[in-house]
């Protein structure tokens, strides 16, 4: 079993930046994908970005490209997303999800995803 637990959420005001991490334990094998997605009250699960773990090849929705970058911690099993410029629109409960390598359009597809964390909630205000 994977357990990934999500940490870093908050309240921030437009404009502000905000780093979230994701602990994974529990890790078998080395080829797999994490990613994350977020979930806005009444609003379906989005991806957000997502990495290869080996090769460290990355997606980003393009509602974020520019803004966030994700990032790996192969020694700690970390996973990172550093948010830059947040808009309102950015608020939601994030999650961290792992599932097999992912490429082109199943990045974004969140059944492909095994485990998943619990979320944190970023508050974006105006």
């Known amino acids: 079993q994977v357990q990934l637990v999500e940490s870093g959420g908050g309240l921030v005001q437009a404009g502000d930046s905000l780093r979230l991490s994701c602990a994974a334990s529990?890790?078998?094998?080395?080829?797999?994908?994490m990613a994350w997605f977020r979930q806005a009250p009444g609003k379906e699960r989005e991806f957000v970005a997502g990495?290869?773990?080996?090769?460290?090849?990355?997606s980003y929705a393009a509602s974020v490209k520019g803004r966030f970058t994700i990032s790996r911690d192969n020694g700690k099993n970390m996973l990172g997303l550093q948010m830059n410029s947040l808009k309102p629109e950015d608020t939601a409960v994030y999650y961290c999800?792992?599932?097999?390598?992912?490429?082109?359009?199943?990045?974004?597809?969140?059944?492909?995803?095994?485990?998943w964390g619990q979320g944190t909630q970023v508050t974006v205000s105006s």
């Open positions: 529990g890790r078998t094998i080395s080829t797999y994908a």
């Open positions: 999800g792992r599932g097999g390598m992912m490429y082109g359009s199943i990045w974004e597809d969140s059944r492909r995803y095994d485990y």
């Open positions: 990495i290869n773990w080996n090769s460290g090849t990355t």
